[in-house]
């Protein structure tokens, strides 16, 4: 039952595009193009990291993160070069500047819009005066429109 568990869990694991010809002999180097690859978005796939997507432009770009990093680039300065040529697009993660600053406070802005609206709408409720019941010339008017 546990190898069954262990196989499972093995093919349910993300599968990367990363092929042995790409990967760096220095396991330091490729665990840091591993982690900026992960947060980069394929142009063409467009919901794959670079790190997960077949097409030839991420192949491309796990290319180009790995020579940014063997020519002694920081992760900034490499996520930097990338962004330079895509624009802001392929990061998972925008950055909280400029264009990318409205998309980190629209969610926060959108929940407290509904907060607003729902406490103006429970509190318009709770003012509203009870509806009356009927009187007895409703009443009889509706037995008599019932019995027709």
Sequence with gaps: MRRLIL????LASPAHAVQPSEMLADPVLEARAREISENLRCPVCQGESIDDSNAPISRDLRLAVRERLVAGDSDEQVVDYVVARF???VLFK????????????AGPAMLL??????????????????????TEADRARLAELLKE
């Design 113 to 134: 819009a509904g907060g607003v609206i729902a406490w103006a709408t429970l509190r318009r409720r709770a003012r509203a005066p009870e509806a009356e019941g009927l």
């Design 87 to 89: 624009g802001e697009f």
């Design 7 to 10: 196989l499972l869990a093995l």
């Design 94 to 105: 925008p950055r909280a500047t400029g264009s990318g600053l409205a998309l980190w406070l």
